[in-house]
């Protein structure tokens, strides 16, 4: 007598339902949903957790925190910042000391923060793009130097720079250049600047 395969047992005494949806993001991260519609994204979450106002808070808490760890190689300071903000907001909300409607209102804000620094702050004139905004943000706001830098490393990049070490080598002496011989500030500029697309 022939064993059943495993296919066949499953098949014969395991039944699935169709699969629900739960809610319908198009494609979106909650982040982008958040940023997007603002605090009604609440009514947009599963049932489960929108009943529940601290799981509401702590999945996307959870989701502005992750944004926040991954972005942190582009724009350290600003981000830490961020993350700072977060950490008290978290705070307000654990202790009571903010209701739920204005911590949704706050939480909003600083994902769309840190979803588009631009959107934060009011940068000096001529710091209009990401790596800009970096590297005034990380160069303790001075603007002029971060432009020089900006236009020395566009200038002096060649394609592939990041793979080849002595393509490399000549971004890192751009950025000495400004910063005379500060070995872990050129290495700490060098990497945000490694990070940014633009460069």
Known sequence: MATPSTSNLIDTYIKADDSEVLTNFDDLSLVELIVARGPDVVNDLPEGIRKNRDAVAETIENNVRKLIIDETPVNPKYYEKMSELLDALIEERRADAI?????????????????????????????????????????????????????????????????NQFRERMVRNAIRRHLGDDPARVEAILAIVRENHEY
């Not at 979803?115 to 603007?143: F, I, W």
């Open 99 to 163: 209701d739920y409607a204005e911590y949704l209102d706050k939480i909003v804000e600083l994902t769309k923060q840190a979803k588009d620094p631009s959107s934060a702050s009011n940068y000096p004139e001529g710091v209009n793009t990401p790596g800009q905004r970096a590297l005034c943000d990380n160069l303790n706001g001075e603007a002029d130097l971060a432009l020089k830098i900006d236009a020395d490393v566009k200038a002096t990049r060649k394609a592939d720079w990041r793979t």
